[in-house]
């Protein structure tokens, strides 16, 4: 256990380490007495605090607590403030979660703490830990007059940005932790900090922001490299545009299959079983040919127009200047390229008021023009505008803005990715006895897999070849952004985390199996897989099909 400073009632505490299955912890406060009770916070409001009965819900009995910290003015003439929802729960297990959400936060998601298990109702409350959730520092509904971009209009404040990127938590954790400690009157003994999505890249942020505020990091499926990131939405827009002049129509309803079909023809066996999972993602991406999915003249088999396969060769490759510099990374060849989810961020949705664009075009372009770059586009919010802002990105001059600082405005870069992203070592983390698991499927179409993998390399790297000693990194096959793919999506890299930093059980393989609904897949209901650290592959031996004891870790 790690010698921390967490708050005023554990100053300077030894933890003691092994506290397994903890008993309820008694209460010091009363539920209805935190909102008039002084935690000695300047500037801690509460303005809720209800007992919540175990329910449809809430999993257990707990405390509600809603508030703010830091409010204040912008310098474009808006209120801001963190606000966040604090769950205690009447069994408390003497542990906390600082839950990181995602998409362009702006709005307080319920505390409740998923654990990305593929289990909804499996959360970090439901197992008796403390959860605290906030907007990360601005209201995403506050202007309903802009369309589409108004939930990105805090870009225009820079500190706004800042919280965003990673001023929030180190603004609310402390507060955070000394209302949790002085409700149960005892300090927390393991703190975790736990997203996906944009929620994984806080936890990497917060790994180098506030190395020792947090004993382990869950990391799922991470936008570390968001502004980077980002500038991939105009690369696949203006490639799929160049089809057939709408992005919405550009691959029709099935045609992607065809793309499914042929890297699982090329790749499913690569692992020594063919079932639907390529295991050995780097082997894949060498043995599929792109170029085999062209039809041939009079061709009757399922098969692509050559305009098709350039543009999808075009954003695998990730994208680049007109000198052939890369400006974020490529992409894996994967199964779950044929997904829906994969069609609502690149291609195609299903809402009205979006014009049916996907999500790259809309919420995305509206990130990419107001929060990732300095100065930030004024740009309409309506569909056509936020298209049209991709269709028009300049690959020369405008990717120059998301490292960019402007008087007030620090690099978008700078405030958006870990402190040492680009050279990481995460010294500090380590040397607090930090411990960080991060997952990440190959078909994510929102942040590429090959980012996270050059990131972990790198670290390795950096660290000697030890990195696995603090932190690991396990690639998903045919995962998504998130669960819900053709994957065996359903996993407790959480619960090999806790474990690994309570009683210093190093995780191996974890043990993978298909969500129960899984409409891909359902063959693999029930069927487990190992999910190995990267770089190992697990490959299949011998025996039972059934059985992830079949496979071996290599």
């Known amino acids: 256990m790690r010698l921390q400073v967490r708050s005023a009632v554990a100053l300077c505490a030894l933890l003691s380490a092994g506290i397994a299955a903890a008993p309820a912890h008694a209460q010091e406060l009363e539920c209805t007495d935190i909102t008039a009770h002084d935690f000695g916070i300047a500037d801690l409001v509460v303005t809720e605090a209800q007992a919540m009965p175990a329910g449809e819900d809430s999993p257990l009995d707990h405390c509600l607590v809603r508030g703010h910290v830091a409010e204040r003015t912008g310098i474009d003439g808006n209120r801001y403030a963190v606000s966040f929802e604090l769950r205690l729960p009447d069994d408390w297990n003497g542990r906390f979660v600082h839950q990181f959400n995602g998409g362009n936060d702006g709005a307080v998601v319920p505390a409740l703490g998923g654990l990305m298990t593929g289990d909804p109702s499996d959360t970090a409350l439901s197992r008796g830990y403390a959860v605290v959730s906030s907007d990360a520092g601005h209201d995403g509904s506050a202007h309903p007059e802009a369309?589409?971009?108004?939930?990105?209009?805090?870009?225009?404040?820079?500190?706004?940005r800042a919280d965003y990127g990673y001023g929030a938590v180190a603004k609310l954790n402390p507060a955070a932790v000394v209302m949790v400690e002085t409700y149960y009157g005892e300090e927390i003994a393991f703190s975790y900090g736990v997203g996906g999505s944009n929620g994984g890249r806080h936890a990497m942020v917060q790994a180098t922001r506030l190395p020792d505020a947090f004993d382990g990091i869950l990391a799922g499926y991470p936008g570390f490299n968001l502004p980077k990131a980002a500038v991939q939405h105009a690369w696949d827009v203006q490639a799929f545009h160049a089809i057939n002049g709408d992005v919405r129509t550009a691959?029709?309803?099935?045609?992607?299959?065809v793309v499914a079909d042929a890297v699982l023809a090329a790749c499913d066996g690569l692992d020594g079983l063919e079932d639907g999972i390529i295991n050995d993602m780097h082997a894949c991406q060498a043995a599929f040919d792109p170029s085999t999915l062209v039809c041939e003249p009079g061709s009757t088999n399922q098969c692509l127009s050559a305009a098709q396969v350039e543009a999808l060769v075009q954003i695998h490759a990730g994208p680049t200047n007109s000198a052939g510099e890369q400006l974020y990374?490529?992409?894996?060849w994967d199964r779950g390229i044929a997904t829906g989810d994969w069609r609502f961020w690149k291609l195609e949705s299903p809402i009205p008021p979006w014009d049916h664009l996907p999500l790259i075009a809309t919420?995305?372009?509206?990130?990419?023009?107001?929060?990732?770059?300095?100065?930030?586009?004024?740009?309409?919010?309506?569909?056509?505008?936020?298209?049209?802002?991709?269709?028009?990105?300049?690959?020369?001059t405008d990717p120059q803005r998301i490292s960019a600082s402007d008087g007030d405005f620090a690099s978008p870069m700078e405030v958006m990715t870990p402190l040492d992203a680009h050279n990481p070592v995460m010294a500090d983390f380590r040397d607090a006895g930090g411990r960080m698991i991060v997952f990440h499927g190959v078909s994510d179409p929102v942040f590429?897999?090959?980012d996270t993998i050059d990131w972990y390399e790198m670290l390795d790297e950096n660290n000697g070849g030890n990195a696995g000693s603090f932190a690991k990194l396990y690639t998903v096959p045919g995962m998504g952004h998130g669960s819900g793919s053709p994957a065996t999506d359903k996993f407790d890299a959480f619960s090999a985390l806790v474990d690994w930093v309570e009683n210093g059980n190093e995780p191996d393989y974890l043990v993978a199996t298909a969500t129960p609904d899984n409409q891909y897949v359902p063959e693999l209901v029930g069927v487990t897989r190992k999910l190995c650290v990267y770089p190992a592959v697990a490959r299949y031996t011998g025996a039972d099909e059934d059985s992830h004891e079949s496979f071996t870790c290599e």
């Open 147 to 160: 369309g589409l971009i108004g939930g990105s209009l805090f870009g225009f404040d820079p500190e706004a």
């Open 251 to 257: 691959f029709a309803p099935g045609e992607l299959d």
């Open 448 to 450: 590429s897999v090959m």
């Open 363 to 396: 919420m995305g372009s509206a990130s990419l023009s107001t929060i990732f770059s300095t100065p930030p586009f004024e740009i309409g919010g309506d569909p056509d505008s936020l298209l049209q802002f991709l269709l028009d990105y300049d690959f020369d």
């Open 329 to 332: 990374t490529n992409w894996a």
